[in-house]
T-cell receptor, first 113, second 117 residues
Framework: EAQVTQNPRYLITVTGKKLTVTCSQN?????MSWYRQDPGLGLRQIYY???????DKGDVPEGYKVSRKEKRNFPLILESPSPNQTSLYFC????????????FGPGTRLLVL | AQKVTQAQTEISVVEKEDVTLDCVYE???????LFWYKQPPSGELVFLIR??????QNEISGRYSWNFQKSTSSFNFTITASQVVDSAVYFC??????????????FGKGTKLTVNP
């Protein structure tokens, strides 16, 4: 089944404790992206990747890191999480950048205490 | 900078009513893409439609239709004969031209649609 998977789905952590949210797709997509969703703010793009080893900042990259060492994986790293990073995170992928249909993962709900 | 405005925060209708969700966008790109996504109460994001800036034809898919007007920078979404299952948050989004250095996707803040039986 074609899908985008994210792990974990739910996470409670404390300020400053490094964490990684994994994202994997099995559709051989070139483009992958991370978004955060907050009440009243909609979805905002954090980082995106056009292909392996190619990443770029979205609108809200501060406090986040990403890497794209393999085509299928695009982990989101929070080196020192803070409470303002409490949010719902979505990973997405598409075959050919934003001209293609983006498939979204199920979301990861993160709470930083 | 690119911007998407969905002025309607929440809409409530009774089943079988028609409802239009408004989307107004701003961009300096001459080539761009517009999208609509649906987020039902279960939380997943579902792609509904993509439109490129050169294609101003309206589109109909079952009970859904989209009206793209470059003259007013609008990409409105109409649901005909709404159903309870249409209850969701709907997001309009905008991106720059593929390969033009603008692979960012900017979302509106969403419109929450509630369809009551």
């Amino acid at each position: 089944e074609a899908q985008v998977t994210q792990n974990p789905r739910y996470l409670i952590t404390v300020t400053g404790k490094k964490l990684t949210v994994t994202c994997s797709q099995n559709m051989n997509h070139e483009y992958m992206s991370w978004y955060r969703q907050d009440p009243g703010l909609g979805l905002r793009q954090i980082y995106y990747s056009m292909n392996v080893e190619v990443t770029d900042k979205g609108d809200v990259p501060e406090g986040y890191k990403v890497s794209r060492k393999e085509k299928r994986n695009f982990p989101l790293i929070l080196e020192s999480p803070s409470p303002n990073q409490t949010s719902l995170y979505f990973c997405a992928s598409s075959f050919s950048g934003l001209a293609g249909n983006q498939y979204f993962g199920p979301g990861t709900r993160l709470l930083v205490l | 900078a690119q911007k998407v405005t969905q002025a309607q925060t929440e809409i409530s209708v009774v089943e079988k009513e028609d409802v239009t969700l408004d989307c107004v966008y701003e961009t300096r790109d001459t080539t761009y893409y517009l999208f609509w996504y649906k987020q039902p109460p279960s939380g997943e994001l579902v792609f509904l439609i993509r439109r490129n800036s050169f294609d101003e034809q309206n589109e109909i898919s079952g009970r859904y239709s989209w009206n793209f007007q470059k003259s007013t920078s609008s990409f409105n979404f109409t649901i005909t004969a709404s159903q309870v299952v249409d209850s969701a948050v709907y997001f309009c989004a905008l991106s720059g031209a593929q390969g033009g250095g603008s692979e960012k996707l900017v979302f509106g803040k969403g419109t929450k649609l509630t369809v009551n039986p």
